[in-house]
């Protein structure tokens, strides 16, 4: 099993995209919505479902993007590649959001549209969607990032052959925050 | 190469059906159902058709068996409650080194955030992490808990990831716990969905129109260690997940998903098909899920096997799910009895499946348990049965 400092990675926070530690996106100056809509010009994902995602699925989706958009998936069957991920926030922005339009019974606005990403594991969803990944995935909560634990359970994917390849990391966003830091787990 | 057994050596149930799963099975066998018409207006504007956990008989047991119950969420005390329970008869020390505990939730202390409970607890009693801290801090558990939230497959994915770090013997002992509320955040966001049913709901039937929502907890204790002075003993044999990589919000339009689960599952049990005699299904009675379920079934080549679905008897407990029925089907097998699947009367789903119309007895051996949900995930995982 290789060292994990030599898994493709890709870090998103604080106005700054990075992969595999060199720096390839930055404007500090912007708030989040305009930052990864920004990215997402920039290098031209045109995905138009991208649109309709809330804050953490764009934060997880841009994040993905520049580890699978070469076709590193390509020569694996659907079913063999797994996506482990975790955060501590779990959908508190969308969360927040959905309590605001239920909060007042005479202007009462529940929108499945809202509803839908109040679940964590929409964002590994939205990544199968784009990538037709059928294998095993988990979604974790926890206060701390905890990487070798993530990177542990995924290299056990592995050695178990539940999964030939795996996307791995964490994806966490607040009013107050945000930091998405995926890996590609591989042999 | 052989797989470590991985025991299930006691558990509990909550819900609207009763406090232990002893009080679950007995109602479940007697074929009554938990959900009913609430009208209360401090939890949804008109009248829902939901299945909720006895407010003052909870208040009751938090105060006698809980240490400063006031101190935590409706939720956490269902979890304190359910883990004392489970723990009650069997030699399995919290406190040590070797036992985990994993809480399975998909909304967890949501109720905390709705405008009209925000400051009862600190705010970050919303977060599942500061939640499952509780549980831990509670029985004095070295580990930090892990959280597994991922929609309707919460609670079988709970298991699978315990079954995982088991076999890797990275612990002995994991104590596994899901649970979900009632809460106005759930139901308005179901009903905007229009997935709610205005009666008691109907898997697999051809009138059925949507879910009623559960609450409730379920908690299983998972051992490396075979239990002593039983002539049976209950296992996890293999489970699996996938997702179907087709919709955020509506199931798979061919079942592929949930069926690369099952014959995974399978797989990782060494079980082959014909050795399946029961499946505990998801059947939520959503018109998309239940049809969705019967072409995996098909695709497996399961079409013959007895299936039923619990949500008629508790509704839907979401993240609790796959655990309470996961906990009943384990009942069936050890008192060869399946139970009927209720609200079923005529088949309504596009592939011809096997759904049990009467409680009957049968010997039993092997389950099968499936699950799916939102963000396109499936579970499934065996259970089985074997003398000692």
């Known amino acids: 099993m290789k060292q994990t400092t030599t898994y493709p990675c890709c870090e998103i926070k604080a106005g700054t995209i990075n992969i595999n530690g060199r720096v390839i996106y930055e404007n500090t100056a912007l708030p989040f919505p305009k930052f990864i809509k920004g990215a997402y010009k920039e290098f031209e994902l045109n995905y138009p479902k991208f649109h309709k995602m809330d804050r953490l699925c764009k934060l997880a989706f841009v994040a993905a993007h520049f580890l699978l958009k070469d076709g590193q998936l390509d020569g694996y069957a659907p ?9 501590s926030n779990s959908t508190l922005h969308t969360d927040s959001k ?30 199968c969607i784009k990538y037709n990944i059928k294998g095993e995935s988990v979604f974790f909560v926890s206060n701390q990032f905890d990487k070798e634990m993530l990177l542990e359970y995924s290299q056990d994917m592995l050695q178990t052959e539940t999964a030939k390849i795996c996307l791995t990391g964490w994806v966490d966003y607040t009013d107050e925050d945000y ?9 | ?42 939890i949804y504007p008109t009248p829902v058709w939901i299945s909720k956990i006895q407010e003052d008989i909870l208040a009751t047991k938090a105060a006698q068996q809980l240490q400063s119950a006031a101190q935590y969420s409706k939720l956490e005390q269902l979890f304190l409650l359910s883990i004392l329970d489970a723990t009650s008869n069997v030699s399995v020390d919290l406190t040590a080194e070797d036992t985990l505990i994993i809480v399975a939730s998909t909304k967890g202390n949501i109720d905390l955030l709705e405008h009209k409970n925000r400051g009862k607890f600190p705010k970050e009693r919303v977060q599942l992490g500061s939640l499952a801290k509780q549980v831990q801090l509670y029985f004095k558990n070295p580990n930090t808990p892990l959280v597994v939230c991922n929609a309707c497959i919460s609670g079988v994915l709970a298991m699978d990831v315990a079954k995982r770090l088991l076999r890797k013997k990275k612990y002995k002992n994991i104590v596994v716990t899901g649970g979900d509320l009632i809460s106005e955040f759930t139901l308005s966001g179901f009903q905007s969905f229009k997935a709610m049913s205005n009666a008691p709901c109907k898997p697999y039937d051809k009138n059925r129109i949507g879910i009623n929502l559960g609450e409730g ?40 998903g949930l069926f690369i ?20 299904m998801h059947g939520t009675a959503t018109p998309y899920n239940d049809e969705m379920e019967s072409k995996a079934i098909a695709l497996a080549n399961l079409q013959e096997v007895p299936l039923n679905s619990l949500k008629g008897y508790i509704g839907h407990t979401l993240g609790a799910a796959g655990l309470i029925e996961s906990i009943v089907a384990i009942q069936s097998l050890k008192d060869n009895l399946l139970y009927r699947s209720l609200g079923f009367e005529e088949l309504g789903v596009p592939k011809k499946i096997n759904v049990i119309e009467k409680t009957s007895s049968k010997p039993l051996q092997k389950c099968l348990k499936t699950a799916s949900g939102f963000g396109g995930c499936n579970a499934a995982m065996i259970f089985s049965k074997s003398s000692t």
């Open chain 2, 261 to 280: 689960a099952i014959n995974k599952a399978l797989k990782d049990a060494h079980c082959p098909k014909e050795e399946i005699d029961y499946m505990s």
């Open chain 2, 217 to 256: 907890i379920g908690t299983v204790v998972l051992s490396t260690n075979k239990p002593a002075h039983q002539n049976e003993v209950i296992t996890i044999d293999g489970g699996a997940s996938s997702n179907d990589a087709n919709h955020i919000s509506g199931p798979s339009r061919t079942g592929d």
């Open chain 1, 79 to 87: 079913e063999e590649i797994g996506v482990v991920m975790a955060n």
């Open chain 2, 1 to 42: 190469m052989k797989k470590t057994p991985i025991y299930i050596i006691a558990d509990n149930i909550i819900s609207s059906l009763g406090f232990t799963t002893k009080a679950n099975w007995k109602k479940i066998v007697a074929e009554q159902t938990g959900v009913t018409c609430h009208h209360d207006p401090s």
């Open chain 1, 179 to 187: 930091h998405a830091i995926l890996y590609l787990v591989n042999e």
């Open chain 1, 98 to 127: 959905y309590t605001d339009s239920i909060k007042d019974r005479d202007n009462y606005f529940p929108s499945p549209a809202v509803f839908v990403y109040t679940l964590p594991n929409i964002m590994v969803g939205e990544i």
